[in-house]
C-alpha cells in the first residue's frame, strides 16, 4: 500500500487578518515541509479567519481573499515549496451575494477550499452542507457546492471537504465512497463546547465508514469573540483505527504517516447523482520521505481543565487580537471575581492584570482581606477605591431608597472600572457567571459593564469546581493556589445591603443550575421539569426570573461559549415575550 | 362573475399572547361578519405573534399554539361565526425542531396558516419560502411546505399562501397558475422599512400577473422590539389594478367586493412538479351579501410622515407590550433628545414622559432653556438633577483626565437615569442616532444608558428633517409644534468639554451619513466610495471608526429598524475583525 506523510496544521488564524494569516500558512506549510510532509492541510477559511458573519457581503473582503489565495499559491512556490500540495480554506465567490429575497441564484459566495501546487491554484472545493442552527447562520451567507473535487497525488485519491460535510450523513461522504477514494481531508472552524471532543472521535469514525476510507480531520485553534476554537485535529483509518490526534487549546502540526490504498484507475468521474465528482492530478510531490512518522495520540483532560483552557485561551485572544494591552476588574473577594481574575493571569500574566478592590460600608472584612489575598497570591496590579464618597454624593442629591440604592452602589463600581479603562487603556472584565445572567442576578451598568466576560456561559456551581480544580492543579505543579480557600467556602453574596445572601433571593445554585440547564439549554418547558423532580414552585420562579431578563442579557458583554447552548447568538429570544410556561397542566 | 365579499384583518397581536391574540380574531372576525364579509384573512403568525425566534425549539410552546388554534376554531363556531372562513397564521410542527446537525428532517417546525370553518380546522398551508437574509433566520427554525392548499368556496377557487411566498418568483404563485385559481391570499409579518411600500405594490401586482388570479395581502401592525410592522394591506385584481388597500401603522379592517371567476371543474390537483396540490371545499358560506363594498385606497404619507409614525409605534408597542407605565430621558436641549421626547409624548401621551434635564459647568445657557422650552411645549414632566456634586466626588478621589472626565461626566448622567428608573419605574429611553452609532460618537454606560433608542436606525440627517416635519405637522394642525426651533437650528455638540462640538471630531453629517449609507446600509467597499466622489480621507477616516465601534454596537439598545439595514440583526459583524478597507488601490 502507498503511505503518504500527512500534516494537520492546527493553527490560529485572525479573522479579516489576510496577510497575517496567509504567513502562518506559509510558516507552517515550511514546517511541514521540513518533516517530510508530502500534503498539509490548514483549517476552514484560513486564510480569513472564520466566521467572517457580514463581512461576506463586502465585494472588497470577498475580492481580498481571493487575490490573495493566489498570491500565497505563488509565495508558497517562491519559498521552495511549490511541490508540497497544500489545502486551505478561503472565502470564494462566483456571483453576488443573496442579501435579499427575488432570487434564488445558484451562485454566490461559498465557504471554499483550494489545494495549492505548483505555484497555482490547482483544485478548489465548496462546502456542501452549511449549518444554520446554533451560532451558525451559513444559509444566510453561502451558496452550497454540489461538486465533490477528488485529488490523485503520489498515487492515492483525496477527496476534499469542509467542516460541516462531517456532521451529516450523506453528501461528500457517500459521494467519497462510489468515488473509491482513499483518503477524505476535512478542514474545519469547528467551535468549543464541553463534551464536543467526546462526540467528535466517533463521529469521524462513522464518516470514515460511510466513506470507506482514512479521514484527516484538521481544525482550528483560538478565540474569535464568542467561540473559542479547540483544535483536537484527528487522523482515523478506513476501519475507523484512531490513528493520530493533538490536543485541545494550543497550535499543533499532527504529522503522522498514513497507508493508503491505490488510487482505483476505473474510478467513477462526472454526474454520480447526489453530487457530480471532479478530478485532478498534482505531481511532482515530494519524494517519499525515509522513516516513520506518528503524530501520537494526545491524552484527553478532564472537563474542568478543558473549560479552564477555553476560558483562558478565549480571553486571551480577545485581548490580544483587539489590541489591548491589559484588563481590569473589580475584586470583591467573591468566587466569580476570583476566578475571572486568575483565569485572567493565567491568559496574560499578573503584569497585565489590575484588580480593583470597591468596598462599600457593607463589604465584608472579609471581602477585603480575600481581594487583597487573590492579588498577593497572583500577584496582579491591586488597586483600592473606595466607593462612598460618590454613593453618599449621589443620595444627597436624589431621593433614593431601596432596589435604587443597591444597584446605585453597583454602578459607582462601573463607573470607576469605566474610568480606569479610559485613563489608562485597560479593557475591563465584567465577572456576572451564567446563572446570574440567566435569573438577571446583576445589576445593568454595574457590575455588568466590560468589554468581556470570560464566565458568561459558566454556570456557578461550575466556577466553584474550576476554582478548587484551579488551586489543586497549583498544588499538584507545586505552585501557590491563586485562589483564596475563603473565597471558595464562604456563601455567595452581592453585599450591597447588610447581611445579604444570594440564597435570600434565589434558590440554592444546585438546584438552579439543574433548573436552568434543562430551561435554557434544554429548551424544556414547566412541566418537563416539574417531572424531572424539581420543585413546581422553584421551576416557576426561576422561569419567570429568566423570561424577564432577556432585556439585560440583550445589552451583556460577550464571554466564551463553553455549554451547548450559549446566551448571545446561540439563543435568540424574543424582549417583548409574553409566553410564560403555564404553571399547571 | 362570482362575487366575494373579503376581509382583511390589520391587526397588532403581541409575541407569546395566545389567549390575546386569539381574542383579537375573535373579535375581528365579528366585525367582518357583520360587514358581511364571506372571508376574513388574519396575518402571518397570528396566534403566537411573530417573530417568536428561538421559542420555536420549545416543544410547550408548539403545543400551545395547536392547541389555541382548536379552540379558536370551536370558540369561532360558539360566537355564530362557524360559516365563516377564517385564514390565521399559526406556529405548528409535525416532527421535531432541527436544533443540531447529523439530520436533515424533512418534518419540524412549520410557518402555518389554517382556515378556520365549521368549528374545526378546515385546511393548513405551510409557507413554502423561506427568508433567511436580513432580520429573518427562517432556515434556523422551520420546514418548508410543499403543498399548495386550494380551497373551493362559494363557487371560487382561492390558494393559500404566507409572506415570503410572494416575495419570490416560482413556487405556489406559478403553481396557483397551473391550479387555475381565481385567488391568492398571503398573510403577512413583514416589516418596515422606508420605501418599502414603494416595492410592495408592484411586488403584489407582479405575483398576481404569476398566478393569473386576484391577490389578496394582509400584514400585521404594531411593534416587536426592533421591528414595527406597518400593515399596508392591499387587494390586486388579476390584471394588477389596484382595488384596495389599507393605511399604514394603523389597525385596519380592509373589506372589499371582489369579482372572481368560477372555480374550474377540471383543474388539476396532485403533483404539479414543483409543488403538490391539496383541494378542500368549505360550505356553508355566509350568503352572498346586499349592495356592493369597496375598500377604498389609503392615501400614501411623505417619507418622513411614515418614519414618524413607525417610530412613534415602535416605540407604543415595546412600553406596553413590556408592561411599562412611562418613559425617562435625558434632555439636553440638543435635537436628538428633543426629537425623542417628542416621539414619546405622541407614543404615550405627556403625562408618562419623564425629561431630566443634566446640566454640568460645560452645559450652555441654550442648552438649559430649550430643554426646559420642550417641556413646556409638549406638557412633559420635566426635572432638573445637576450633575457637578457627583463629578466632584468621583474627581476628588480619582485622578482622571481628558476624555475620562468627559466620559464621566455622561456616566453620572446615566446614573442619574438609571437610579430615577430603579426608584420610580420608568424605562429608560436613550437617543443616539444611527450616526453616532455608526462611529461610535457616545459614552458607553453612559448617554448610550437605556432600554430603548427610538432614534437607533435613524441618521443624523434624517433627524432634522422629521424635527422639522414634525413641527410643520403641528403647524398645519393649528397645535404648538413641540421642538424649539434652536434646537433644529443650533451646531450639534455634546457638551463635554468647553466650545466642543461634533464637527471637532466628525465631518460634516451630510457628508457623513452619505458615507454611510454606503458602507453600512450598501456593503460598499472603500474604493466604491472614493468613486462616488466623497473625500479619500474623509472616507478612510470614517471606515475606521465604524470599524472600531463594533463592541459598543453590541451592548446598544434595541431601537426600532426604519432602513434597509439596521444595526443589530440586521448587520452581523464581528468584533475581532482586522480588515480594514485598504485606503489605496
Same mark, same amino acid.
Given at each position: 500500500?502507498?503511505?503518504?506523510?500527512?500534516?494537520?496544521?492546527?493553527?490560529?488564524?485572525?479573522?479579516?487578518?489576510?496577510?497575517?494569516?496567509?504567513?502562518?500558512?506559509?510558516?507552517?506549510?515550511?514546517?511541514?515541509?521540513?518533516?517530510? =510532509?508530502?500534503?498539509?492541510? #490548514?483549517?476552514?477559511? %484560513?486564510?480569513?479567519?472564520?466566521?467572517?458573519?457580514?463581512?461576506?457581503?463586502?465585494?472588497?473582503?470577498?475580492?481580498?481573499?481571493?487575490?490573495?489565495?493566489?498570491?500565497?499559491?505563488?509565495?508558497?512556490?517562491?519559498?521552495?515549496?511549490?511541490?508540497?500540495?497544500?489545502?486551505?480554506?478561503?472565502?470564494?465567490?462566483?456571483?453576488? =451575494?443573496?442579501?435579499?429575497?427575488?432570487? &434564488?441564484?445558484?451562485?454566490?459566495?461559498?465557504?471554499?477550499?483550494?489545494?495549492?501546487?505548483?505555484?497555482?491554484?490547482?483544485?478548489?472545493?465548496?462546502?456542501?452542507? /452549511? $449549518? *444554520?442552527?446554533?451560532?451558525? @447562520?451559513? @444559509?444566510?451567507?453561502?451558496?452550497?457546492?454540489?461538486?465533490?473535487?477528488?485529488?490523485? %497525488?503520489?498515487?492515492?485519491?483525496? =477527496?476534499?471537504?469542509?467542516?460541516?460535510?462531517?456532521?451529516?450523513?450523506?453528501? $461528500?461522504? +457517500?459521494?467519497?465512497?462510489?468515488?473509491?477514494?482513499?483518503?477524505?481531508?476535512?478542514?474545519?472552524?469547528?467551535?468549543?463546547?464541553?463534551?464536543?471532543?467526546?462526540?467528535?472521535?466517533?463521529?469521524?469514525?462513522?464518516?470514515? =465508514?460511510?466513506?470507506?476510507?482514512?479521514?484527516?480531520?484538521?481544525? %482550528?485553534?483560538?478565540?474569535?469573540?464568542?467561540?473559542? #476554537?479547540?483544535?483536537?485535529?484527528?487522523?482515523?483509518? +478506513?476501519?475507523?483505527?484512531?490513528?493520530?490526534?493533538?490536543?485541545?487549546?494550543?497550535?499543533?502540526?499532527?504529522? !503522522?504517516?498514513?497507508?493508503?490504498?491505490? +488510487?482505483?484507475? @476505473?474510478?467513477?468521474?462526472?454526474?454520480?447523482?447526489?453530487?457530480?465528482?471532479?478530478?485532478?492530478?498534482?505531481? $511532482?510531490?515530494?519524494?517519499?520521505?525515509?522513516?516513520?512518522?506518528?503524530?501520537?495520540?494526545?491524552?484527553?483532560?478532564?472537563?474542568?481543565?478543558?473549560?479552564?483552557?477555553?476560558?483562558?485561551?478565549?480571553?486571551?485572544?480577545?485581548?490580544?487580537? *483587539?489590541?489591548?494591552? &491589559?484588563?481590569?476588574?473589580? /475584586?470583591?473577594?467573591?468566587?466569580? &471575581?476570583?476566578?475571572?481574575?486568575?483565569?485572567?493571569?493565567?491568559?496574560?500574566?499578573? !503584569?497585565?492584570?489590575?484588580?480593583?478592590?470597591?468596598?462599600?460600608?457593607?463589604?465584608?472584612?472579609?471581602?477585603?482581606?480575600?481581594?487583597?489575598?487573590?492579588?498577593?497570591?497572583?500577584?496582579?496590579?491591586?488597586?483600592?477605591?473606595?466607593?462612598? $464618597?460618590?454613593?453618599?454624593?449621589?443620595?444627597?442629591?436624589?431621593?433614593?431608597?431601596?432596589?435604587?440604592?443597591?444597584?446605585?452602589?453597583?454602578?459607582?463600581?462601573?463607573?470607576?472600572?469605566?474610568?480606569?479603562?479610559?485613563?489608562?487603556?485597560?479593557?475591563?472584565?465584567?465577572?456576572? *457567571?451564567?446563572?446570574?445572567?440567566?435569573?438577571?442576578?446583576?445589576? /445593568?451598568?454595574?457590575?455588568?459593564?466590560?468589554?468581556?466576560?470570560?464566565?458568561?456561559?459558566?454556570?456557578?456551581?461550575?466556577?466553584?469546581?474550576?476554582?478548587?480544580?484551579? *488551586?489543586?492543579?497549583?498544588?499538584?505543579?507545586?505552585?501557590?493556589?491563586?485562589?483564596?480557600?475563603?473565597?471558595?467556602?464562604?456563601?455567595?453574596?452581592?453585599?450591597?445591603?447588610?447581611?445579604?445572601?444570594?440564597?435570600?433571593?434565589?434558590?440554592?445554585?444546585?438546584?438552579?443550575?439543574?433548573?436552568?440547564?434543562?430551561?435554557?439549554?434544554?429548551?424544556?418547558?414547566? @412541566?418537563?421539569?416539574?417531572?424531572?423532580?424539581?420543585?413546581?414552585?422553584?421551576?416557576?420562579?426561576?422561569?419567570?426570573?429568566?423570561?424577564?431578563?432577556?432585556?439585560?442579557?440583550?445589552?451583556?458583554?460577550?464571554?466564551?461559549?463553553?455549554?451547548?447552548?450559549?446566551?448571545?447568538?446561540?439563543?435568540?429570544?424574543?424582549?417583548?415575550?409574553?409566553?410564560?410556561?403555564?404553571?399547571?397542566?
Amino acid at each position: 500500500m502507498p503511505t503518504l506523510r500527512l500534516a494537520l496544521a492546527q493553527v490560529n488564524p485572525t479573522v479579516g487578518d489576510l496577510p497575517g494569516n496567509a504567513a502562518i500558512v506559509r510558516e507552517w506549510s515550511r514546517a511541514a515541509a521540513d518533516s517530510g =510532509a508530502q500534503l498539509v492541510a #490548514f483549517p476552514e477559511m %484560513m486564510l480569513t479567519g472564520y466566521p467572517v458573519e457580514d463581512l461576506v457581503f463586502r465585494e472588497s473582503f470577498v475580492a481580498a481573499s481571493q487575490a490573495a489565495l493566489h498570491r500565497l499559491a505563488a509565495d508558497l512556490a517562491g519559498d521552495g515549496l511549490g511541490d508540497l500540495p497544500v489545502v486551505v480554506g478561503y472565502l470564494d465567490a462566483d456571483g453576488p =451575494a443573496r442579501v435579499s429575497s427575488e432570487a &434564488s441564484p445558484d451562485r454566490g459566495p461559498r465557504d471554499a477550499l483550494a489545494l495549492l501546487h505548483g505555484g497555482r491554484v490547482a483544485a478548489t472545493y465548496y462546502k456542501h452542507h /452549511l $449549518p *444554520n442552527y446554533g451560532v451558525f @447562520d451559513e @444559509d444566510r451567507y453561502f451558496v452550497p457546492g454540489d461538486t465533490l473535487t477528488v485529488v490523485r %497525488m503520489a498515487g492515492v485519491d483525496v =477527496a476534499l471537504t469542509v467542516c460541516e460535510d462531517i456532521w451529516q450523513a450523506g453528501g $461528500p461522504f +457517500a459521494v467519497a465512497r462510489q468515488a473509491r477514494v482513499g483518503l477524505v481531508v476535512n478542514i474545519n472552524g469547528s467551535p468549543y463546547e464541553l463534551d464536543k471532543d467526546d462526540v467528535r472521535l466517533p463521529l469521524v469514525q462513522r464518516r470514515a =465508514a460511510e466513506a470507506g476510507a482514512a479521514v484527516a480531520y484538521v481544525n %482550528m485553534v483560538g478565540g474569535q469573540d464568542e467561540l473559542v #476554537f479547540d483544535g483536537d485535529s484527528i487522523v482515523v483509518a +478506513a476501519d475507523g483505527t484512531l490513528l493520530a490526534r493533538s490536543p485541545q487549546f494550543a497550535e499543533h502540526l499532527l504529522i !503522522h504517516d498514513v497507508e493508503l490504498p491505490p +488510487a482505483a484507475l @476505473d474510478a467513477p468521474t462526472g454526474d454520480l447523482g447526489e453530487m457530480r465528482v471532479d478530478r485532478v492530478a498534482v505531481a $511532482p510531490l515530494p519524494a517519499a520521505p525515509a522513516g516513520t512518522v506518528e503524530g501520537g495520540i494526545a491524552v484527553r483532560v478532564t472537563n474542568e481543565a478543558e473549560v479552564w483552557h477555553a476560558l483562558v485561551l478565549g480571553l486571551r485572544d480577545y485581548v490580544d487580537k *483587539n489590541g489591548f494591552r &491589559s484588563v481590569v476588574l473589580g /475584586l470583591s473577594g467573591g468566587i466569580d &471575581s476570583s476566578v475571572v481574575a486568575a483565569i485572567a493571569v493565567d491568559a496574560l500574566g499578573p !503584569h497585565r492584570v489590575v484588580g480593583v478592590s470597591m468596598p462599600s460600608q457593607h463589604s465584608s472584612g472579609h471581602s477585603r482581606d480575600d481581594a487583597a489575598d487573590l492579588a498577593k497570591r497572583t500577584g496582579l496590579d491591586y488597586r483600592v477605591e473606595a466607593i462612598q $464618597p460618590m454613593v453618599d454624593a449621589f443620595l444627597a442629591n436624589m431621593s433614593l431608597s431601596g432596589l435604587a440604592v443597591e444597584n446605585l452602589q453597583a454602578r459607582v463600581r462601573g463607573v470607576i472600572l469605566m474610568a480606569l479603562s479610559n485613563q489608562e487603556g485597560h479593557l475591563v472584565l465584567t465577572t456576572g *457567571n451564567k446563572s446570574e445572567l440567566a435569573v438577571g442576578y446583576s445589576t /445593568l451598568y454595574g457590575d455588568s459593564v466590560g468589554g468581556f466576560n470570560p464566565l458568561k456561559d459558566v454556570p456557578k456551581t461550575l466556577v466553584w469546581k474550576l476554582a478548587t480544580w484551579r *488551586n489543586a492543579e497549583a498544588e499538584r505543579r507545586g505552585s501557590e493556589p491563586p485562589i483564596p480557600d475563603s473565597s471558595i467556602t464562604k456563601p455567595p453574596s452581592a453585599e450591597l445591603r447588610p447581611g445579604q445572601l444570594d440564597t435570600d433571593s434565589l434558590p440554592d445554585y444546585a438546584e438552579l443550575d439543574a433548573i436552568l440547564a434543562g430551561y435554557v439549554d434544554g429548551d424544556k418547558g414547566r @412541566d418537563e421539569l416539574v417531572a424531572e423532580g424539581h420543585d413546581p414552585a422553584v421551576v416557576d420562579r426561576v422561569l419567570r426570573l429568566v423570561d424577564g431578563a432577556e432585556y439585560k442579557r440583550r445589552q451583556a458583554a460577550p464571554g466564551t461559549k463553553i455549554s451547548i447552548k450559549a446566551f448571545g447568538r446561540d439563543r435568540r429570544l424574543p424582549i417583548t415575550n409574553r409566553w410564560r410556561e403555564p404553571s399547571s397542566s
